[in-house]
Every structure is written in C-alpha cells, then in structure tokens.
C-alpha cells in the first residue's frame, strides 16, 4: 500500500515571504496523481495543485508551485509571497488505486 | 451541482448504539471514499469503493462497514459505536478515467459518549 508522508508538522512564515512544504511518498504504481489540499479551520478541503506522474514538468498555480522529484518520490510545495490567507492545514495526497492522506502541516502566515 | 453531500452534519451516539452516515454524489464519479480525521491529524482511509457493488478496506477499517448499491451512494455504517470512534468523518469521490480532482463531503462530527 501506498505511504504519504509529511515531515514538517507545523511552520511559520513572514508575510509576502517564500515557504516550502515538504512530501514524500512510496508506491509501487507507475500511474498516480498527487495533490496539495488545504484545510481551514472550516474543515472544507480546498485543492491548491496537482501533478500528473507521467508528467515531467512540475505544475503552477498562481502564487503556488510543486517540486515534483519521481525517482526520489518526493512532492514538496512551494508557496510565495505568502499572505495571511495561507493560513491552514496542508495536506498532500496520492491518488493511485486509492487515496491518501499525509499527516498534515499546519503553516502559519505572520504579518 | 450538489457535488458530495455528507448527512447529517453532527451526531452524538451512546456507546454501543448503531449508525449510518449518508453519501451522495452527484458527478457519476466512480470512486468513493472514505476517511476519519482526528483532531490536529490527517486524513484516515477507512473504506473505498471503485464503482457500484465493488468496496474495498483502507487503513483503519474495523468497525465500519460499507456498500455501494449505486454509483450515486456510499454509506458507511457504524455498528457498536465506541468512543474511539468519536472524529469528523468525510466522504469524497473522484472520477477514475481522469482523476483530476477529489470532491468533498462538508464532514460528519460524530461524538461517542
């Protein structure tokens, strides 16, 4: 079975500053997709990013950003120019034949 | 679009006493999940489902108990609720042909007292 794990349980960030959250995972597929979820405090679960495996180059959403290393399977999240909105869990999940969940990083943006 | 739909919202069970917790989907998805999160934790897989009569254990599977009569519905069942049992439990789906996102229960606060 797949392993996600998130090393990092919680981090601070100045705002406007660069923060990166890390992810590794283990598998034995060759066929997944791995993502950034967001949880605030309402518990809604907000997708940040996806990266496709057969993919090479790592995906971008605005401020947010993935360094996606498949042969050290590693998916770490880069976000700039932080802003207090950033401010909620973050999980990293594998979806191969199932779906799973890191740990979690609570981050915390800091005016 | 309702997206996933997650009944009820909260719940307080005795020891002991029996359950279901609803989810419906409305995007044809044909994967379903679903997963307990404890407090400061991630999420728990407890049961999947990749389509209509098809379930399968995840992680932390005792104590529950599921089915998927239809595409739309995936119930979870909780039989002798006990204590350890008491977490937020969410339900997602996915499409399998492209995956390019999980969809969301808003969560169910189940306390065990």
């Known amino acids: 079975a797949q392993t996600v794990t998130q090393s990092q349980p919680e981090m601070s960030v100045q705002e406007a500053e660069t923060v990166t959250l890390s992810c590794t995972y283990d598998?034995?597929?060759?066929?997944?997709?791995l993502f950034w979820y967001k949880q605030p405090p309402s518990r809604q679960m907000i997708l940040v990013i996806r990266?496709?495996?057969?993919?090479?180059q790592n995906a971008t959403e605005n401020r947010f950003s993935v360094n996606f290393q498949k042969a050290a399977k590693s998916f770490s999240l880069k976000i700039s120019d932080s802003q207090l909105g950033d401010t909620a869990m973050y999980f990293c999940?594998?979806?191969?034949?199932?779906?799973?969940f890191g740990a979690g990083t609570r981050l915390t943006v800091k005016p | 679009n309702a997206g996933v739909t997650q009944t009820p919202k909260f719940r307080i069970l005795k020891i002991g006493q029996s359950m279901t917790l609803q989810c419906t989907q409305d995007?044809?998805?044909?994967?379903m999940y679903w997963y307990r999160q404890d407090p400061g934790m991630g999420l728990k897989l407890i049961y999947y489902?990749?389509?209509?009569?098809?379930?399968d254990k995840g992680e932390v599977p005792n104590g529950y108990n599921v089915s998927r009569s239809t595409t739309e519905d995936f119930p979870l069942r909780l039989e002798l609720a006990a204590p350890s049992q008491t977490s937020v439990y969410f339900c997602?789906?996915?499409?399998?042909?492209?995956?390019?996102?999980?969809?969301f229960g808003q969560g169910t606060r189940l306390t065990v007292v």
């Open positions: 990266q496709e495996a057969y993919k090479q």
């Open positions: 489902s990749v389509g209509a009569g098809i379930t």
């Open positions: 997602a789906s996915t499409n399998l042909d492209t995956r390019i996102e999980a969809f």
């Open positions: 995007m044809n998805h044909n994967y």
């Open positions: 999940a594998f979806i191969g034949h199932d779906m799973r």
């Open positions: 598998t034995s597929e060759n066929n997944y997709y």
